[in-house]
């Protein structure tokens, strides 16, 4: 009881001299929080819409057939009578998020490339016609 008097009354005299610095309420602290848990929950969101390449369907002499993405883990989904390109949102996610760790290893093991077309036979890299497409 002593001790509660006693802080009481420094208070107050600092109060009069205009010494007692104003404290953050707890409200403006959890504010805050939301506020960064909301924009993270905003960038997973972009990255899961934006930063994805897509599987593509494409026609070759053996039938029509849908390729998947492939990265370092999985390049055994690749063929070689399709052309692949880098996904380029998922470079630039995947830097922007290195330091999330998982990020990166998801976005480059797994769906750093995605098929674009057929490769054309006679010169390697090229892509194929524009019909099969």
């Known amino acids: 009881m002593y001790y ?3 802080n009481i009354s420094i208070q107050g005299v600092f109060r009069a001299r205009g010494r007692v610095a104003k ?3 707890g409200g403006a602290v959890m504010k805050g929080f939301y506020q960064a ?3 993270l929950c905003l960038v997973a969101f972009t990255v899961v819409v934006t930063g994805c390449g897509e599987n593509k369907t494409i026609c070759l002499k053996e039938g029509c057939h849908t390729f998947v993405q492939y990265g370092f883990f999985n390049e055994e989904d690749r063929n070689p009578n399709v052309q692949y390109q880098v996904v380029t949102w998922n470079v630039i996610w995947g830097i922007v998020l290195v330091e999330t ?3 990166p290893i998801v976005l480059f ?3 750093l490339y995605e098929p674009v077309g ?3 036979e006679s ?3 090229a ?3 524009q019909s099969n497409r």
């Open 109 to 111: 093991g797994w769906s």
């Open 23 to 25: 404290q953050p309420k």
């Open 4 to 6: 509660v008097v006693l």
């Open 101 to 103: 760790v998982v990020m």
């Open 123 to 125: 010169i390697p890299g």
């Open 118 to 120: 057929p490769t054309a």
């Open 127 to 129: 892509l194929g016609s």
């Open 37 to 39: 848990i909301t924009i």
